[in-house]
């Protein structure tokens, strides 16, 4: 069977999915693999909104906004519920950087994670978050000064809850 | 500028350090098999809305030499401005499926609406995406976002969505509603809404996807 111009655009975004559903992994998520599935459909019905050169920005864009969905539905149901036990592949972070990385303020820490973790250039890692190249590395700088700051002190740092922010 | 020990530091605790490769040709084929946005025709409003019908109606008449006779006629009519802030403020309130965005909408400075008409039109879109996610969580099998949209629907019909009385004027709105609202006419509309919602959580989802091809975004 022959496919689609569609479905052979499409068939390229698809080859994503365990990118997407790491991504997922790495956010926190309870069924990464759910995600990615999820974001893929929405990737399919929007075709025409995904960059066909590179793709893996706009999927962690829309993986963040279903990650953050799951755990807003998760606290619905669970309202007491702050802390979330990730899935079963993940290896735990030690504790003073998942303690740093928790006082940060969500958009640093998401700016730091899809470098360090995601391994995007920093244009990239500003598509995915909707903003310019350049509003990227401010924020990217001033979440590593952050982070240093907060791993070089002594004491612990707080530990909010994860907050969301807006789609 | 990424190479400071920090992000080095970072870099090393990834929690996953691979992305798996995955060669689920049947989750491909289930996904292709849905419609694409551009597949689909182009979104049109629900005729059924009575709120968006008494919005053209009084948009006919928004003519500058007829501003004070609509505002006499129509004490409750309310222009760009508001309709606008009312749209907006509703996306704070209501929650559209993942992946869901909230359509620009060009409220043009001659527009006029009843007041409350900028909520009702986005509870209408929100009510659209929801089936939409609906239809599409059933064709790839996510039963936990099928129950979300499922309950999610079923809050907007049951706290957003009324019926007008018959024989009511066309810019009746709920009395004690809590913003935002919207109004189905007395002709059914509502009780087929319910009726595709039911077929849908029975596993007959396709007048949901009829719905979603007609209304969604």
Known sequence: MTETTDEARFRRVFSHFGAVSAYAARRGSRDPDGVAAEVMTIAWRRLQAVPADDPLPWLYGTARNVVYAEARSRRRSAPGETSTAPAPEVRSLDPELDRALRALRDPDREALLLVAWEDLTPTQAAAALGITPTAFRVRLYRARRRLRATLASSQPAPMPQLDVEGT | ?217
């Open chain 2, 1 to 217: 500028m990424t190479n400071d020990t920090t992000l080095t530091r970072l870099r090393a605790a990834n929690p996953v350090a691979e992305a798996s490769t995955i060669d689920d040709e049947a989750l491909f084929e289930r996904i292709v098999a849905l419609p694409t946005q551009s597949a689909r025709r182009r979104p049109r409003r629900n005729r059924r809305m009575l709120v968006l019908v008494a919005a053209t109606f009084v948009a006919a008449v928004a003519a500058s030499t007829a501003y004070a006779l609509t505002h006499w006629v129509f004490p409750d009519v309310v222009h760009a401005p508001v309709s606008r802030a009312e749209y907006k403020r509703a996306q704070t309130i209501l929650e559209l499926p993942p992946g869901y965005t909230w359509p620009a909408i060009d409220f043009r400075a001659d527009t006029v609406m009843v007041r409350g008409g900028g909520g009702s039109m986005a509870v209408s879109i929100d009510q659209s995406a929801w089936e939409c996610y609906w239809a599409g969580a059933i064709q790839r099998g996510d039963a936990a976002a099928a129950t979300h949209a499922h309950a999610a629907l079923d809050d907007l019909m049951r706290n957003r969505i009324s019926i007008a009385p018959q024989g009511a004027p066309e810019n009746w709105g709920p009395t004690n509603a809590t913003f935002p609202w919207l109004v189905y006419a007395d002709d059914g509309g509502y009780q087929y809404k319910q009726r595709i919602y039911a077929e849908a959580a029975a596993g007959k989802p396709a007048g949901l996807e009829q719905s979603c091809r007609a209304n969604g975004p």
